[in-house]
C-alpha cells in the first residue's frame, strides 16, 4: 500500500485523475463519501467562504480540478429597499497578504491577511452567482452554497424580518429546486465587534436565527450555521453549539480575531483551539435533540489535520488559506492550487488522507467494512459520553 501511495502521489503531480475518489476505492478498498448539510459528496474536501468564490470563473475552475463543493463567499443581506443593517460588512477591500504565522511550540503556519468583509456588489450580481453554482451542481459537477449575514440585533431588538424575508426568497428564487441550502456566517469581525461582548445576545442569535431563515423561506431550507471564536473560553464556545438548536449543521469555527492589529487570522493557534473545543463538546443524546452534523474548518494544510476534524465528529471540511499558498509549497507541478491542494491532501504518503487512514487501520483504529475503510466512520466513536 505504501509502495502504491508513493508511486501515485509521484505520478498524479502532474494530474489527478478524474475521478479520484473512484480511484482511491478501486485501488485501495477506501471510500472517500462525506457529507455536507445531508448533501453525500464523493469526498470530504471543500472550499470554505471567502475570497476564492467571487465568480463564476472560480467554481468553473474548483468543479474542474474535482472539489466536493464551495461555499460562495458571504453576501449581506438586504430588505426589498435594498437597506442592509449589516452594511459595515459590505466593504469593498481587495489586497490579500499570504504570511507566515507563528504560533506555540515553534510552528509556522499560514495565515491570509485580509481587512475586508463581506459581498461589497450588487445583491443580483450574487443571485447571478447563485444561478451558476446552481447550474453547476444540477449538473452534479460541484456542491455550491450560498452563505448569508443576515441582520443581528441586539438583545431589546427584533429581528428584521424583512431581511430575512426579501434575502431568503430572492436565493429561493434563483436555486429554484427545493431544498435551499445555506449557510449563516457568524464571522470573525462580529467576534470582535462591540455587539458580541454580550453572552446572552450572542446565545439569542443562535437560537433563533436558523428559525428566522426557516421562516422566511418560500421552499423547504436547510442552514449550516458558522460560528465565529467567541473571544470567550472554550466553554462559551461550547454553549454557542448547545444554542444552535435549530441548525441543520454547525461549521466549526471561523478564524480567531487579533484585537490588536485589527485582522482575522488562521494558523495553528485556530486549529489547536477548534480541535480543543471539539474534543469537549457533548451533544445530547440523539433521542433528546435533532442530530447536527459538523463540518470543520481552520488551518487544514494536510489530510492528517483533515483526520483531526473528522474523528472528532466532522463529515467534511471546509478550506480557504491552503488554496492560497505559493506554487512552491506544493509538491505537484501542474494544475491549479485546488488540483494541487488535493494532491497533497490525499495522496501525501507521510501526511495524507489515504495514508492516515491506513494508518489507523494498522493501529487497529478503523476496521474495514464490507472490505473498505469509509470516511464516514471516522467520527463514529467522536463525542461518546464520558
Ligand atoms: C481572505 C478570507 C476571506 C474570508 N471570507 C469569509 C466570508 O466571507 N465568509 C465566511 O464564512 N468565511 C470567510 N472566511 C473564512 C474561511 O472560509 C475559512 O473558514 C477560514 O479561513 C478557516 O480556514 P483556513 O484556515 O483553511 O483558511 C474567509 C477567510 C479568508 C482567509
Known amino acids: ?43 470530504p474536501i471543500g472550499k470554505g467562504s471567502g475570497q476564492l468564490s467571487l465568480n463564476p470563473g472560480q467554481l468553473e475552475d474548483d468543479a474542474a480540478a474535482g ?58 450580481e450574487y443571485l447571478a452567482l447563485v444561478r451558476a453554482g446552481r447550474d453547476l451542481t444540477r449538473a ?30 430572492q436565493l429561493a428564487d434563483a436555486w429554484r429546486e427545493p431544498p435551499l441550502l445555506v449557510e449563516k456566517d457568524f464571522s470573525p469581525t462580529l467576534a470582535g ?30 442552514v449550516a450555521v458558522k460560528l465565529m471564536n467567541a473571544r470567550f473560553d472554550d466553554r462559551f464556545q461550547v454553549e454557542m453549539m448547545e444554542a444552535c438548536k435549530g441548525a441543520d449543521a454547525l461549521v466549526v469555527f471561523n478564524r480567531l480575531f487579533d484585537a490588536e492589529q485589527g485582522v482575522a487570522f488562521g494558523g495553528w493557534d485556530l486549529s489547536d483551539r477548534n480541535l480543543r473545543v471539539l474534543d469537549s463538546y457533548r451533544p445530547p443524546p ?21 483526520l483531526d476534524y473528522a474523528r472528532r465528529g466532522c463529515e467534511s471540511v471546509q478550506l480557504h488559506t491552503f488554496f492560497q499558498l505559493p506554487l512552491s ?8 492550487r485546488a488540483q494541487r491542494a488535493l494532491h497533497a491532501l490525499v495522496f501525501h504518503p507521510r501526511d495524507g488522507l489515504l495514508a492516515g487512514m491506513l494508518e489507523l487501520e494498522a493501529r487497529g483504529a478503523l476496521e474495514r467494512q464490507s472490505g473498505e475503510l469509509r470516511f464516514l466512520d471516522l467520527g463514529a466513536h467522536a463525542h461518546r459520553a464520558g
Open 286 to 306: 440523539p433521542s433528546s435533540a435533532p442530530y447536527r452534523p459538523l463540518t470543520g474548518t481552520g488551518n487544514i494544510c494536510s489530510g492528517r489535520m483533515i
Open 140 to 169: 452534479g459537477r460541484l456542491l455550491v452554497v450560498p452563505s448569508v449575514k443576515y441582520h443581528l440585533p441586539r438583545l431589546a431588538e427584533p429581528f428584521r424580518e424583512g431581511e430575512y424575508r426579501y434575502t431568503t426568497a
Open 1 to 43: 500500500m505504501r509502495a502504491k501511495l508513493e508511486r501515485d502521489f509521484d505520478r498524479f503531480k502532474r494530474e489527478l485523475p478524474r475521478d479520484f475518489p473512484a480511484h482511491v476505492r478501486g485501488s485501495y478498498r477506501i471510500d472517500l463519501t462525506a457529507r455536507y448539510l445531508g448533501e453525500l459528496v464523493p469526498h
Open 193 to 222: 465587534d462591540a455587539r458580541a461582548d454580550d453572552r446572552a445576545q450572542s446565545l439569542r442569535w443562535l437560537e433563533e436565527v436558523p428559525r428566522q431563515i426557516r421562516a422566511a423561506s418560500p421552499i423547504p431550507v436547510r
Open 329 to 336: 509549497e506544493y509538491a505537484a507541478t501542474h494544475g491549479s
Open 67 to 124: 472539489l466536493a463543493f464551495a461555499v460562495l463567499k458571504t453576501v449581506i443581506a438586504e430588505d426589498e429597499a435594498g437597506t442592509q443593517t449589516m452594511a459595515a460588512w459590505a466593504i469593498h477591500e481587495t489586497k490579500m497578504k499570504v504570511e507566515r504565522r507563528p504560533a506555540g511550540a515553534g510552528r509556522a503556519g499560514w495565515t491570509v491577511s485580509w481587512k475586508g468583509r463581506g459581498w461589497d456588489r450588487p445583491f443580483a
